[in-house]
């Protein structure tokens, strides 16, 4: 990447230009702005060949902590920033501009956020990309990781050669294969998956399937309307206060209107005043057969 443009000329600034990548070297750029603005000096001290400075945050309204070893240029906030995001904060820094400092130490930078941390990469023997400064163990992979850089660089001088070159190439790819073949037996789909997992699976199931809970109307199904009329009709009917007549329903769910009921005193005068009648009908009846 490109060096990015600096608002104002600094070495310690100009350092992180050149370390950092662009979308960091702005957030650097920001916290450096306010390490020569709104910082001040609360307190210094010195403990075990640590300088302890207290530093006054004008935008926060709080004081921060600052370690900082001068032998080992290492160096720690209170604000934790350089443990949240792998760029000093404008506290380390206004304590690096207090010492002269024109470079930024390694102790106080990220390694993922420079411009070389994908520089050094070397290919494996499975063709996956790694950094560098993996370890490398065996020496088979090794010697695979050699072979790969030579395929690389002959794949690069035949960009651009005779097709009969490229011919060739393929023919000595497939010969050789041909030989090896026979002496490797073909993976199982069981095996391909072990090793892209790169562990052994477990053929042993130890997880069982949930137990059906059976909740109160579960396993139930709704009636249609169809349904509903035909169970209606299967009991038997009863007799309904309201309209006095045998039906499936009764006095609160009846079709027909509320029918008003006189009171019960009207009731027992209307019941006398036809007994009454009737016994002078009765009466009539019997001087009509004595005459």
């Not at 299967?234 to 006189?262: G, I, T, W, Y």
Request: proline share 5%; aromatic share 6%; glycine share 4%.
């Amino acid at each position: 990447q490109s060096t990015p443009q600096l608002f104002s000329k600094s070495a310690l600034k100009s350092d992180g230009a050149r370390l950092f990548t662009h979308a960091v070297f702005e957030e650097f750029q920001e916290e450096y702005k306010c390490s020569t603005n709104t910082l001040t000096s609360r307190g210094f001290s010195e403990s075990n060949n640590m300088e302890l400075n207290t530093v006054k945050d004008a935008l926060r309204n709080r004081n921060f902590i600052v370690q900082y070893n001068p032998g080992t240029l290492e160096s720690s906030c209170t604000c934790k920033l350089f443990e949240r995001r792998g760029v000093p904060c404008r506290h380390i820094l206004w304590i690096y501009l207090g010492n002269g400092l024109e470079k930024i130490p390694e102790s106080s930078f990220a390694k993922r956020w420079t411009k070389d941390a994908l520089r050094d990469i070397k290919s494996n023997h499975k063709g996956c990309v790694g950094v560098g400064y993996v370890d490398i163990i065996d020496k088979k992979q090794i010697e695979m990781t050699k072979l790969w850089s030579e395929v690389h660089e002959t794949m690069g001088v035949l960009i651009g050669r005779e097709k009969e070159h490229v011919e060739d190439l393929c023919k000595l790819i497939k010969e050789f294969r041909e030989k090896l073949l026979p002496s490797v037996p073909p993976m199982t789909k069981h095996q391909e998956l072990e090793e892209l997992l790169g562990c052994a699976t477990n053929n042993e199931i130890t997880i069982l399937p949930p137990k059906i809970s059976k909740n109160k109307g579960s396993g139930k199904r709704m009636l249609s309307n169809k349904a509903k009329v035909v169970a209606c009709a299967s009991k038997p009917k009863r007799m309904c206060n309201n309209c006095k007549q045998m039906a499936h329903h009764d006095k609160l769910n009846c079709p027909n209107p509320f029918v008003e009921r006189p009171p019960q005193n009207v009731v027992d005068e209307e019941e006398e005043e036809e007994e009454e009648e009737e016994e002078e009908e009765e009466e009539n009846e019997d001087d009509e057969l004595e005459d």
